[in-house]
């Protein structure tokens, strides 16, 4: 039967379980489109970086099913405009797979001219650094090898795979049974296994240690790790997380030990700096993990460090002990069954000091000062994991500044409660586009996003697609008159000789219930604390979209944080991540750095 090739095209992505299509339209993609609108749920954005970081989120709050989005992005500036949500998903090891339009064949410049054809750019050159694999397609695909593609995005270290599609070949017509696929059974990837040596030598580290600590990143799927918690309590085990794994462990867990970063929980950094046998999975111990100051990450343990990426195994930043090269998902349960025949230490006493160092210092702490008519940030967000119910809910903090980190630092989350980020690109806009694909994946709970106003708008024209699509969306916008992040440091850096950071110096930000009014979207201004505002909780608890405006002052500072020093030379040095601004008082430091050395607990 002939059939035109975009029709093949999308029946192969559904058949593949692509049920989504984020796009923004075009010409060198439109038949893609036309194709998709009565084979996919299709959801058109405002600005192609909307799409990508739609589908991206989408296919994180899909981590439970099989239901994937696909990207559908025309060529030039749609694919240009694109880039910054690629990269994130490639900094992040998320799947996306994107599929952009491209001239006709016969007007592809191929490294001759700049341009031939309408739009023409070479987004498959673009996007070949920052993808798993980028390709221009000059004739019809088959099944088996778009299949290829898309399991290269979620298999392996995940990425994103752009594939750049000429105008000409979505448009032809082919015989669609010579694409099928030969339905002969895919080759079983083979897993990936830990040595018996390796086994061994972890059985013994194990064995020696007193106070051992497992990080988990999102290397390590959810499921994986759901599956296996049953064991990890019966090791009675602490579980650190990378943000990227925030949601793994339950806040109130006994075993939960937060989320260690250079912005992390105060208490968390604690705990990992104290340990002495650090079992990371899945994580790959960026500098955000380990702290700048990495020569003093994790100082007292023996690292083993678990990754499928061996480049990332080599790096001398912060170093192993025992490397394994292995997904993580493939060697779990034998790790974990390999520590219960080692009848390892037992972690009462340790499990008991990681609850009286998380008692002793939490997470709003008086630091950040109050200030009379502001919303202080730490309280909203304790009081708001008060009011969000954990299996109904999800929670999107935007990824970078403080509205960010705030969320990361204090945010309680609930077992079942999604709390997606995007950490590593640390792009201001991307919490919008990140909740309107939570909120098309999650159409039944309540999504929450928190964000700065100063990246609020960078992408605010997608208030539009929240209030087309009705998402159950909440936008909660932490209004401080600009960037606040930059604000505290030219403060603290430059003695506060401030540009470019608000209204006084030439940022121009729009009134926001004015903003919301004119999308028909309800909003409430808050002033002051959550807990005292029945119509904020109201509002947050309420079907459909909505705004909840956090009036913060400019002055709001969002501690703690690890700080550098800059010495004479103009070199900085940064404190470990243990050590936080403002330092604690002696006889506390004392108390929950007590298994650290004198020069490890208090700074010079």
């Known amino acids: 039967m002939t059939e035109k090739y975009s029709d093949v095209l999308i029946d192969h992505l559904v058949e593949l379980g692509y049920t989504h299509a984020f796009f923004l339209g075009g010409g060198n993609v439109m038949h893609l489109i036309e194709s998709a609108r009565t084979r996919m749920t299709c959801v058109p954005v405002v600005h192609e970086v909307s799409a990508g970081i739609g589908a991206e989120y989408f296919n994180v709050a899909m981590r439970e099913s099989n239901s994937r989005a696909v990207v ?35 007007f592809l410049s191929r490294g001759t001219v700049r341009q031939i054809g309408h739009q023409e750019i070479d987004g498959a050159g673009i996007t070949a650094g920052i993808t798993k694999k980028s390709v221009t397609i000059e004739k019809p695909m088959t099944f088996d090898e778009l299949k290829s593609y898309s399991d290269l995005t979620k298999t392996g270290r995940k990425g994103p795979v752009f594939i750049e599609l000429c105008l000409d070949v979505s448009a032809t017509y082919v015989e669609s049974n ?16 830990i040595s018996k040596s390796q086994l061994v030598e972890i059985e013994n580290l194990y064995q020696a240690s007193t106070r051992p600590l497992m990080l988990v990143g999102h290397g390590l799927s959810f499921s994986s790790f759901r599956e296996n918690k049953p064991l990890i309590e019966d090791l009675g085990l602490p579980v650190a997380t990378s943000w990227n794994a925030a949601d793994y462990v339950d ?85 974990l069954q390999s520590l219960k025949k080692s009848r390892g230490p037992e972690t009462r006493e340790w499990l008991d000091f990681i609850g009286e160092i998380k008692k002793a210092l939490t997470t709003n702490e008086a630091s950040n000062e109050i200030y009379s008519d502001y919303v202080n940030p730490f309280d909203f967000v304790n009081s708001l994991s008060d009011v969000l119910e954990g299996t109904d809910s999800a929670v999107i903090p935007c990824s970078s500044g403080g509205s960010y980190t705030t969320v990361m630092q204090a945010y309680r989350q609930k077992s079942g409660q999604l709390l997606t980020n995007d950490k590593a690109l640390a792009s201001m806009g991307y919490g919008l586009a990140g909740a309107i694909g939570t909120a098309v994946a999650l159409p ?97 608890l309420s079907k459909g979209p909505g705004a909840l405006i956090l009036k913060v002052s400019k002055e709001q500072p969002f501690y703690p944080k690890v700080t550098s020093r800059i010495f004479s030379d103009g070199k900085m040095k940064s404190n470990p991540i243990h050590l936080m601004f403002p330092p604690l008082e002696r006889e506390l430091a004392e108390r929950v750095f007590k298994f650290l050395p004198e020069e490890l607990k208090h700074p010079e």
């Open 251 to 335: 806040y109130e867990d006994p075993l939960n030990a937060g989320r260690p970063n250079t912005y992390g929980m105060r208490w968390s950094n604690a705990v990992i700096q104290q340990c002495d046998l650090l079992i990371v999975v899945g994580a790959r111990l960026g500098l955000q993990q380990t702290g700048f100051n990495w020569q003093d990450f994790a100082p007292l343990a023996k690292i083993i460090h678990i990754d499928i990426d061996p480049l990332e195994l080599a790096k001398e930043n912060p170093g192993a002990d025992l490397r394994v090269e292995a997904d993580a998902n493939d060697v779990f349960s034998a790790l």
């Open 178 to 193: 010579s694409l099928n696929s030969s339905k002969s059974p895919a080759e079983p990837q083979a897993a990936s296994e």
């Open 444 to 540: 039944t709970k309540n999504i929450v996003l928190l964000e700065g106003d100063g990246g609020f708008a960078q992408n605010f024209n997608e208030v539009g697609t929240v209030a087309n699509r009705k998402l159950n969306l909440k936008m909660v916008i932490f209004d401080n008159g600009g960037y606040a992040s930059i604000r505290l440091s030219q403060k603290a850096y430059f003695e506060g000789n401030y540009i470019g950071c608000d209204a006084e110096t030439g940022v121009g930000l729009p009134d926001w219930e004015t903003v919301f009014n004119a999308y028909g979207i309800p909003s409430v201004t808050l002033s002051g604390p959550l807990s005292e505002s029945s119509e904020a909780q109201a509002l947050l």
């Open 72 to 106: 559908f992005v025309t060529a030039g500036p749609g694919l240009t405009n694109l880039i910054s949500a690629i990269g994130g998903a490639w900094l992040e090891s998320r799947e996306l797979l994107v599929i952009g339009g491209q001239a006709r064949t016969d």
